[in-house]
């Protein structure tokens, strides 16, 4: 089975009332195919966000039998050849692994000398492009086909930012958003996509996540993230109670062996005192750790008269060890200062 086949296979009868969120970009798309579509879409918004994954399931329904303004409908002849990514009238141009753009000759030879060439089975031609991959003069190569387009053509590119485009291709492009998925979506995509995945586990990759289902789908498919959440989560829960000593070598330590991924730690580590702050006003609140973890976490915020205030200064200097991170600062003051600042707020008083 091809690339391209085995990423349609997984959309197979699918169409986009079952592609969780983005209803605004499926209303505008589905309403399209209930008329005469133009000949270009731009599908823009982060990396991740499910651009290609809504973009395959328009192109089917642009090139099905009987649409809807669902989408294609999973039945006839077309329908079946897009899904098992045989049909000879759509292709996709992406950016190949480890290329920094598309090669121009590659938008000459597979997209630019094909236009011409009318649909084979099809009512019209479609071609996803990975406008993010497409420099200067890759862009300069299409445009001419982009201003005069043959009738029976619909492009569909995606981008992360139009900012990377040429005015002149943003002109002819019809531009649909899609904005980050809410926490539940990106839950429930979780939670489909991998029905071994815990509960827990599922709502820690959905809220780090920021609405991205991509970049959640890819957390839950390594072990990083929930392990450093559970060394974060015990750290914050005993800072009261650590030594200066090993607060300057044990736990130097893990930042240090987690160096590349610091930013994502202290992120995790505002969530925690984010956590902290829902259970100092509201013991009952849901929680992303466990019961036995939120007592602990309670107990805590008890004990050493944890507030809002306490807690925003803590953010703070999450914040400051952001920042000075951002700016190349020497890695071992960044950590060894914060850690510091966070054991005196963290303490009690």
Not at 79 to 97: F, Q, R, V
Not at 211 to 226: D, K, M
Request: with cysteine; aromatic share 6%; net charge negative.
């Amino acid at each position: 089975m091809s690339y391209l086949s085995s990423i349609l296979k997984r959309c197979e009868n699918m169409a986009f009332s079952e592609l969780i969120g983005q209803n605004e970009a499926k209303e505008r798309l589905g309403a399209s195919l209930l008329s005469e579509p133009g000949h270009a879409f731009l599908l823009v918004g982060p990396a991740g966000v499910g651009k290609k994954t809504l973009a395959r399931e328009f192109a089917k329904g642009l090139l099905c039998s009987h649409p809807t303004k669902d989408g294609g409908c999973g039945k006839c002849p077309n329908c079946t050849y897009i899904s098992a990514g045989t049909h000879p009238d759509y292709k996709e141009l992406l950016l190949p692994s480890g290329e920094k753009n598309i090669k121009v000759a590659d938008v000459r030879s597979k997209i630019l000398s094909d236009v011409g060439i009318m649909s084979q089975i099809a009512e019209r031609k479609v071609y996803l492009i990975d406008a993010d991959g497409l420099a200067e003069e890759g862009q300069n190569a299409l445009l001419k086909t982009l201003e005069e387009p043959p009738k029976h053509v619909v492009f569909l590119l995606t981008v992360s930012d139009e900012s990377k485009l040429l005015p002149t291709i943003l002109s002819r492009t019809v531009s649909v958003r899609l904005l980050p998925n809410k926490e539940e979506e990106v839950y429930e995509v979780l939670r489909k996509r991998n029905e071994e995945l815990s509960e827990e586990d599922a709502k820690l990759y959905a809220k780090f996540s920021n609405g991205v289902i991509g970049y959640a789908l890819g957390l839950s498919e390594s072990n990083w993230l929930i392990s450093d959440w559970e060394e974060v989560s015990d750290l914050i829960l005993r800072l009261p109670e650590i030594s200066r000593t090993e607060l300057l070598t044990d736990v130097y330590n893990f930042f240090d062996e987690e160096r590349e991924h610091f930013p994502d730690i202290l992120s995790l580590m505002s969530m925690v005192y984010d956590e902290m702050a829902i259970c100092a006003t509201v013991p009952d609140s849901p929680c992303l750790h466990g019961e036995q973890k939120k007592d602990k976490m309670v107990t805590v915020i008890k004990q050493n008269h944890f507030d809002a205030a306490k807690i925003a200064k803590c953010n703070a200097i999450l914040t400051t060890a952001q920042k000075a991170f951002k700016a190349n600062g020497n890695f071992e003051m960044i950590v060894c200062r914060m850690l510091l600042a966070l054991k005196k707020e963290n303490s009690n008083g």
